[in-house]
């Protein structure tokens, strides 16, 4: 593991519902040396099959979310593009690993992402891209878990975020899992190289 400092680092990851950002963040985890840690959001959504709460998300009734809301409790929160579901990210959670030395990572939308940067304007921030379009819609009727009309307004959500991507500070393209993986953890290297060096002078 390599030495961390005091402070960690925020890391901010988003991209299209079915890019795939779970299971390239999962191997990630596995591959990058650093002290990564995610972070959990917060969402009023249903769990769907094999999610386990405190684990995929916390999963809150809406009036839970509404009081933890009104308390502050969240970094950020929103209905992704005014879907039936609100999703956050508690504001406790990232605070006590970043003065843990931790990386934490959060994969949230581009609404709350924007949020996130305006209060830690040196977050690393990644979006991760599908090869195409058409492959991204062939991900999510892959999964089996939702309606057309939620398809359709997945492909609606995802070219919003498209168009909002380059707000981000790296662009990673998702045409291989292996290739995406080894990207982003070159970036966090870099990063934690560069900021080391930076500390030192």
């Not at 999962?26 to 969402?43: D, E, G, Y």
């Not at 809150?60 to 999703?87: A, K, Q």
């Not at 707000?167 to 899992?177: E, L, P, S, T």
Request: charged share 30%; aromatic share 8%.
């Amino acid at each position: 593991m390599m030495d961390t400092a005091p402070c960690g680092t925020l890391v901010v990851v988003s991209g299209p519902s079915g890019v795939g950002k779970t299971t390239v963040l999962r191997r990630v985890f596995r591959k990058c040396r650093l002290p990564l840690t995610h972070s959990v959001s917060a969402t009023t959504r249903p769990p769907r099959p094999g999610e386990i709460d405190g684990i995929d998300y916390h999963f809150l009734t809406l009036e839970e979310f509404e009081r933890r809301r009104r308390e502050g409790d969240f970094l950020e929160c929103f209905r992704v593009f005014g879907g039936d579901y609100w999703y956050g990210t508690l504001r406790s959670e990232v605070t006590a690993g970043l003065q843990a030395g931790k990386w934490m990572v959060l994969n949230i939308d581009v609404q709350g992402a924007l949020a996130v940067k305006r209060q830690f304007p040196d977050a690393v921030t990644m979006f991760v891209h599908p090869s195409s379009v058409d492959e991204l819609e062939h991900r999510l009727r892959g999964r089996g878990t939702e309606s057309e009309e939620a398809i359709q307004q997945r492909l609606r959500e995802a070219a919003q975020e498209l168009n909002m991507s380059g707000c981000y500070g790296h662009q990673v393209i998702n045409d291989d899992v292996d290739r995406a993986v080894d990207e982003i953890c070159s970036i966090l290297t870099h990063t934690w190289e560069t900021r080391q060096d930076d500390r030192r002078t």
